[in-house]
């Protein structure tokens, strides 16, 4: 049941789970009003990954400024804020500290109940949001219509891979998850093996554009639950590919393959390994549409920005997937209010909210 209020509610959320600063205002849980990402992007390209110290300590720095200008953008004043909600789990613990200390504070200071949100549940919410405000909507590219119940979402993200089944808000029944690396991490581990920069998703994807992606066969790992993922073993199989491609053993350092490699052969194993990633979400999500016979599916998390996944769904599937905006894929604090619109069981007190970094579905 989606609660019914004597006026429209507007949610502050606020999300610091990985690497992204992000705060933004959304109205019933659909209405974006505002949508600022502060990211760390930059030093995670220079580190080769997330530095939780680092990641940390750059929260720390935006987390104000961020929240500020989500409030300006939205035109909001604090009176016109009902609630704020925020991460809670999963992610690192450094930055979700940061987060959740700043919503706590601002619910203590301002009067306002606090709900804390799980991040992947989250990500499934960024489809909720189907309107924006005359600011944004030149700007964003929304799903034409809200998702409809019961629902398949296929998270696909850097700490996440899974099917989810939903019969309602309050249902969530979790088909398949990893049982190793997430389908976001592999895009990153072969991006680096290829010496693409970081994050890996859009860098291989950019430069799939030039590749063949028939020239490498790559395998895809069976499972015992058939929606479970695994993604290690297709890294490392990219892996032993192109050390037989420098002419190479398995012992010789993946550190100095790229130098060995031209730009064509870097092109084609990027779309090699992309079409294989995207035919294994495939063939597990239009399994699990044949047993569930949802009425949406939807596409959640920041490997949905994946361009060749959308369009061989959109093939593959009776019901066209719905996917959120690019901006809204990626890590961002819309959908944590949107979430904690459409949850409001949720609810914490501001005093005691805790985060917790391995949270569970
Ligand atoms: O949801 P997200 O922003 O953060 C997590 O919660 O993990 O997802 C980040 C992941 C990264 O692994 C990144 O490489 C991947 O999403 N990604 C993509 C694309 N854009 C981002 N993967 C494939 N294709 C893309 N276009
Ligand atoms: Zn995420």
Not at 260 to 283: H, Y
Not at 315 to 330: S, W
Request: proline share 7%; charged share 15%; with cysteine.
């Amino acid at each position: 049941m989606v609660p019914v209020y004597l006026k429209p509610v507007r949610i502050l959320g606020i999300e610091t789970s990985a690497d992204e600063t992000a705060a933004a205002v959304v109205e019933d849980g659909q209405l974006l009003l505002s949508n600022v990402v502060a990211s760390s992007i930059e030093m995670t390209a220079r580190y080769g990954g997330i530095v939780p110290e680092i990641a940390a300590r750059s929260h720390l720095e935006s987390i104000t400024p961020v929240i500020d200008q989500a409030l300006k953008d939205s035109g909001s004043k604090w009176s016109d804020i009902d609630a704020i909600a925020v991460t809670r789990g999963p992610g690192l613990g450094g930055s979700l500290l940061i987060g959740t200390l700043a919503a706590r504070s601002l619910a203590l200071a301002k009067n306002k109940p606090l709900y804390g949100v799980n991040h992947v549940q989250a990500h499934i919410y960024a489809n909720f949001i189907t309107q924006a405000s005359p600011a944004l909507a030149q700007t964003y590219k929304l799903p034409p219509k809200s998702p409809q119940f019961p629902l398949l979402a296929l998270v696909v993200s850097g700490g996440h891979s899974q099917i989810v089944h939903m019969k309602s808000h309050q249902h969530y029944q979790l088909l398949g998850k990893a049982t190793d690396d997430a389908v976001g991490e592999a895009f990153d581990k072969v991006a680096r093996l290829l010496g693409l920069p970081q994050p890996g998703g859009p860098s291989i994807a950019q430069a799939a554009t030039s590749g063949d992606p028939a020239v490498f066969k790559l395998p895809s790992p069976t499972t015992v639950n058939p929606y479970d993922f695994s993604f290690s073993g297709l890294k490392t199989a990219v892996l032993r590919r192109l050390q037989a491609l420098c002419g190479q053993s398995y012992d010789f350092p993946s550190g100095q393959i790229p130098a060995l490699l031209s730009k064509q052969q870097v092109a084609d194993m990027a779309a090699c390994f992309q079409s294989t990633a995207v035919s294994i979400l495939e063939n597990k999500l239009k399994k699990a549409f044949e047993e569930y016979r949802p009425s949406s599916v939807l596409l959640a998390g920041g490997v949905a920005a994946n361009q060749t996944l959308r369009a061989r769904l959109s093939a593959a599937l009776p019901v066209p997937p719905l996917y959120p905006d690019i901006k809204l894929c990626t890590d961002n604090a819309a959908m944590i209010a949107s979430l904690a619109f459409f949850r409001p069981d949720s609810q914490a007190e501001a005093t005691s909210l805790e985060i917790d970094p391995g949270l569970k579905m």
